[in-house]
């Protein structure tokens, strides 16, 4: 239960004065929580995009236009618009001692101007000052008030995002009334670290921010940022440690096994294993064989070998006397897996089975049955694993091919169907470290830095579509030269008939010129339609394979040596570079064509750059986190992964590995978070709601 503490935060923004009905609904679209209306603490949390400053108070004559000023005036005259003429504008003649001022305001009831601004009163106008007519002139000052107004007047005032219907002033408004009702609360980060830093308390930080004494006070580089930044990602990193604290629980089984299997294996590869496979095959065994539960990403570039480093894993297991699964995220991916991982295993007397959505009826069951009895080691197969009839006798590893497409949740579903399961994730998109910390926690990292052996560069070359007709004098060339193409178009999401129609209709124009040697596969293609079409490009039967982005995932044919991207410009980095990675994985020089339609953006063109200038995986991720900021990369803006709300990764990132480290060290002390710490932090963890974690802490 949340500590009543906190209550007044939780309370809807309508519990605030002056907010109604009609605001609430507003304040529950600004803060965005999915439809769900908003609290004092999401009012809170709405920190400010920019700031204006009013400290500049300078003589009319020192006026620079332009500026936003705040000038102290006596108020000559007033000129209302001709009788009729409402839309005319309404003007007030003001004074200091060194120059003269127009007021300008539109559509303002005379009675209002009268009352703010009365003749021979003085008064503090703040706004832009503009020139007009060779005067100056301030259009709907921001704000005006009287002499003993003037120290409530902010210097600094902070600017909201906003959504239409609300104004700024009604945010700032709805801000100063949360923050008065602010709870004082104890302090959960430690006294050093905040006093090496000079952060302030939660709440001083609330308020500096919003009533800022400067513009770099309410920057999020500020030191009132920077802590509230650190108070989420130390919420997230403690609550990540505590799920692995109990995902790990050492209730898991040692899985030694006697590497007989893996060395037959290894034995019957046609290439020496990388070292960095080596090394990251070492780190799961040594994983395996401890007796806490394995949580291990394996990253690693398109084509740098992953799938034998996840078979000799799945090995090691079954030397241990279990079974594996390897799961794929489609259907396609899922069958080549099962086309490699086959004739190794058969030479290592490894008993495999495929089990997709397409494997019904007699056979099927045969396979469920033979995985049950455990006459099956490792089950190959996409989400048709998680399916209730499926079971295994004794399942000890479960390996997620391109993870980030799956949730966390179904990550967990595999692992249940066995007791104490160990898991292997694959992830083909090269995470930058700091993602790594932030979704995944304490989790462990292998990566396969190394390309395999033998492998050419692939020269990118960006082309406008103008000049299509030289790209398919390119692809002609080719294929006389016996190589084989891959011409992807994009999916655009709003339609997928449409889309498919435009890879229809460059499939029709292309086989107009080349005849049967061309060949179309897209994501409406029934299993074993795509799966034909697939297996006739990689057995050369076919020579150009048009897809819509269905190839994106892992499908692999080494004599494919050019990748034609049709609207380049439509895509993002990662898949860009994903689809790259479809050629240059044989012995011969690969090439990949981005066609884009002209004018580039600047993104995409920027986009574009990176891929010309780079094939570093790693890089082309961190630029893809620059340039799309961090939901994109993993893809989780789709999955659901809650964000963050004042971290920014970009200017915060940098704080991820201190709050891993805090959080690991807090639960080290006090595993149950009974100190005066622990339970500070307890509140911390309800704050930024990620309180479903200690729902784990009374579990254990
Ligand atoms: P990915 O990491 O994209 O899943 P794969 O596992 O599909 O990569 O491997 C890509 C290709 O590289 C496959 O054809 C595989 O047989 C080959 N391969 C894997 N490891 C090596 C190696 N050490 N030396 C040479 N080729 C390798
Ligand atoms: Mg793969």
């Known amino acids: 239960m949340r500590p009543s503490l906190l209550d007044p935060l939780f309370a809807g923004v309508g519990s605030l004065p002056g907010i109604g009905p009609k605001q609430e609904a507003l304040f529950a679209r600004l803060t965005g929580r999915g439809g769900a209306s908003a609290r004092v603490l999401d009012v809170l949390f709405h920190l400010p995009s920019a700031t204006i400053d009013r400290s500049k108070r300078p003589l ?12 102290a005036v006596t108020i000559d005259r007033h000129r209302a618009p001709p009788p009729g003429r409402t839309r005319a504008p309404y003007r007030i003649y003001a004074h200091d001692a060194t120059g003269d001022i127009v007021l300008t305001y539109f559509n303002a009831p005379r009675g209002y101007l009268e009352k703010l601004l009365p003749v021979g009163a003085l008064r503090h106008v703040s706004g832009v000052a503009t020139l007009w007519d060779g005067m100056l002139q301030m ?5 005006v008030v009287e002499e003993r107004e003037l120290d409530r007047l902010p210097l600094v005032e902070p600017v909201y995002p906003l959504t239409e219907g609300l104004s700024g ?33 939660f709440a001083d930080a609330l308020r500096a921010v919003h009533r800022p004494e400067s513009p770099a006070a309410a920057a999020p580089e500020s030191p009132a940022w920077s802590r509230l930044a650190y108070d989420e990602l130390l919420a997230s990193q403690l609550a990540l440690a505590l799920v692995r604290a109990h995902v790990r629980r050492p209730r898991g089984r040692r899985n030694v096994g006697d590497g007989r299997l893996r060395a037959r294996i290894v034995s019957s590869l046609p290439y020496a294993l990388t070292a960095s496979q080596r090394k990251a095959v070492d780190d799961i065994a040594a994983d395996l064989a401890k007796p806490e539960r394995m949580l291990r990403l394996l990253q690693g570039d398109v084509g740098s070998g992953k799938t034998v480093v996840a078979l000799l894993a ?10 594996a699964a390897l799961m794929a995220p489609t259907e396609i991916l899922a069958r080549q897996h099962y086309a490699t991982i086959a004739p190794l295993a058969a030479a290592a007397g490894l008993r495999v089975a495929l089990i997709t959505g397409r494997e019904r009826g007699r056979e099927r069951a045969e396979a469920e049955r033979a995985l049950a009895e455990g006459e099956i080691d490792l089950a190959v197969g996409t989400h048709a694993l998680f399916q209730e009839t499926v079971a295994f006798k004794d399942l000890g590893l479960a390996i997620i091919d391109e993870q980030h497409r799956f949730g966390v949740h179904q990550r967990l579903a595999l692992a249940r169907k066995g007791e104490a399961v160990d898991v292997l994730v694959l992830t083909a998109t090269p995470i930058p470290r700091t993602l790594v910390l932030t979704y995944f926690g304490d989790m462990d990292v292998s990566q396969l830095r190394e390309k395999p052996a ?4 692939i020269d990118t070359r960006a082309v406008p579509l103008s000049r299509l007709d030289d790209v398919v004098e390119a692809v002609g060339r080719a294929i006389d030269e016996g190589q084989r193409v891959y011409w992807v178009c994009p999916l655009v999401a709003e339609s997928e008939s449409i889309d498919i129609a435009a890879a229809e209709e460059r499939f029709a124009a292309l086989k107009a010129r080349f005849g049967r040697a061309v060949d179309l596969v897209h994501g409406r293609m029934k299993g074993a339609h795509k799966d034909a079409a697939m297996a006739r490009f990689a057995a050369g039967e076919t020579r150009v394979l048009v897809a819509t982005t269905v190839i994106e995932v892992g499908v692999d044919v080494p004599e494919a040596t050019v990748m034609v991207v049709e609207h380049a410009e439509r895509f993002g980095l990662a898949q860009l570079h994903q689809l790259r990675g479809r050629v240059g994985r044989g012995a011969k020089r690969s090439t990949c064509l981005l066609l884009y339609k002209a004018p580039l953006g600047a993104t995409a063109k920027a986009r574009l750059a990176i891929m010309r200038e780079t094939d570093d995986g790693f890089r082309i991720a961190e ?14 803006r789709q999955s659901g992964m809650p964000g963050f709300r004042l971290a920014r990764l970009d200017v915060h990132g940098a704080m991820i590995e201190a709050a891993r480290d805090d959080a690991a060290l807090a639960l080290a002390r006090d595993p149950h978070l009974e100190t ?17 974690a200690i729902r784990l802490l009374r579990a254990g």
Request: net charge positive; proline share 8%; glycine share 8%.
């Open 60 to 71: 009319l004559r020192d006026v620079v236009p332009g500026e936003t000023v705040t000038v």
């Open 139 to 143: 259009v709907h000052p921001d704000r």
């Open 169 to 201: 002033r009604q945010v700032g408004r709805a801000v100063e009334a949360a923050l008065a009702r602010l709870p004082s609360l104890p302090e959960w980060q430690e006294p050093r670290w905040l006093a090496a830093r000079r952060w302030p308390s």
């Open 314 to 323: 799945a090995a090691a297991v079954v030397e241990a006397g279990r079974q």
């Open 454 to 457: 033998g492998r050419q560069p």
């Open 623 to 636: 630029e893809d986190l620059r340039l799309r900021g961090e939901g994109d990369v993993l893809g989780t």
């Open 676 to 692: 005066p710490r622990g339970q500070a932090l307890r509140l911390l963890l309800y704050l930024f709601e990620r309180d479903e």
